[in-house]
């Protein structure tokens, strides 16, 4: 079994090194692990930091393209190393490295497709009481909307069996974490959950300044899944929608509407798909047993 891990970063220069030492270089019943750096049009060192600590792959992006697209072209580029199993990790070192082999175990031993780490919010010093309750409240709508087991909905530490993931979409520049979750039950795919632990802070989130910019853009993004990915959830939300609506416009009208909102939705979804290959030729990639040259 090959293991591939994924780091997307974006500035990490004081802290890629931590969080490179820190993951385990050997598991057992892993026969080759690598590592690869997805830099999203950093303006700091981290791309030469990576080149020194030997990372076999980096991917650097000609501009900043967020969180979201970083992770999916990183995602494709894996699935041309020949690597059995992807795990994903944050740069900024959030996540402790000696979660690596309990967040395997379920696919080694278990035959499990996709395990996402679950933290301890509560006991997460350095959130905030507010966060804390919208990290609760915003997991317990995703795990009903998308009619899954998930427990930590944002948590960014997990793992994938490449093999079921070779269609995986992202259709957004915000998060990854969420659609995901929502593509696995489309597909299938069911959700394995462990307990991780997580290290202290080491720099403000680069997602939003704020806790309610948060809360708006993740609202709108979970409407947007459950309408593309679970379309009895759509016509849910639509049907209640109508009964609302009912008395003020004529029911042929909401009909019309709604259809007219699902196909915007679904022309979005196949615009947005982010793909390695679309935009190849806007990244370099360096690769170790080339001694980093661009070919």
Known sequence: ?????????????????????????KIEGIDKIEFLLIDDGSSDKTVSIAKKLGFDYII?????????KAFKIGFDYSLTTDSDILVNTDGDNQYKGNNLRKILEPILINNKSFVIGKRNIKDI????????????VGTFFVRILSNTSIKDATCGFRAYLLRDFKKLTITNNYTYTLESIFWSKKNKIKIENIDIEVNDKTRKSRLFKFNIEYVIKSFFLIIYFTCIYNFKYYLFINTLL??????????????????????????LKKI?????????NNITIYRKDNNYEVK
């Open 272 to 280: 947005n798909m982010i793909n390695y290959s679309k935009i190849k």
């Open 60 to 68: 650097s992006l000609d501009k900043h393209l967020g969180l979201a």
């Open 242 to 267: 109508a009964l609302i609506l009912y008395f003020i416009f004529d029911i042929r009208i909401i009909l019309l509407i709604s259809l007219v909102i699902y196909l915007i939705m679904f022309i």
């Open 1 to 25: 079994m090959k293991l591939i891990i994924q780091i997307p970063c974006y500035n990490e220069e004081d802290t890629i090194e931590k969080t490179y030492n820190d993951l385990p270089k």
């Open 125 to 136: 010093h350095y959130f905030s009481f507010f966060k804390k309750k919208l990290q609760v």
